[in-house]
């Protein structure tokens, strides 16, 4: 966890106390470690630190996947699409309705 903490720790002293840290928590990853994710999250002490897991199968893993089993392009289109409305909440960004190209 002292990795991760330090990865917070330097994205705040780079861009400053006003904004917001979104840690992506990955669809693939197994459930158990999202508790590793929420610790950090909540050990930062930083109410501009949020935490936002991804739902399994956002992407087609026949499809939707690049290299080394990677999203690929349409698989990282998906993943933005729903990141988006979460950050225009943290940020106060308005939607456009537009679709990510």
Do not use: F
């Not at 903490?5 to 840690?23: A, N």
């Not at 630190?49 to 939707?64: F, K, M």
């Amino acid at each position: 966890m002292a990795a991760y903490r330090q990865i917070l720790s330097q994205l705040r002293t780079h861009y400053g106390g006003d904004v917001p840290i979104l840690c992506l928590y990955p669809a693939d990853i197994p459930a158990y470690t999202y508790s590793y994710y929420e610790a950090v999250v909540h050990e930062s002490g930083d109410p501009r630190v949020h935490l936002l897991a991804l739902q399994p199968n956002i992407y087609n893993h026949t499809t939707d996947i690049g290299a080394a089993q990677h999203p690929g392009i349409k698989g990282h289109k998906k993943m933005a699409m729903a990141i988006i409305p979460y950050l225009s909440t943290l940020t106060g960004w308005e939607l456009t309705g537009k679709p990510v190209e």
